[in-house]
């Protein structure tokens, strides 16, 4: 379970974006997580659950 989610974190998820991006930049929390692929630039929500579920790791903010 992942403690806090905030804008502008980028995250690693499990599996690839059908673009070949791994990355993806937190663009509005609530309810539902919004997700920006920063490889073709998708936006995506997902419930919360799914979310952290589906994210590997949360990547230092220089990468």
Do not use: S
Request: glycine share 10%.
């Amino acid at each position: 379970m992942i403690a806090e989610i905030r804008e502008g974190e980028v995250y690693e998820m499990r599996r690839q974006h059908p673009c070949g991006g791994w990355q993806w930049r937190v663009y509005r929390v609530g309810a539902d997580i919004g997700i920006e692929c920063l490889t073709c630039g998708r936006r995506v929500l997902l419930e919360r659950r799914k979310f952290e579920a589906r994210a590997r790791r949360l990547l230092p903010p220089n990468a």
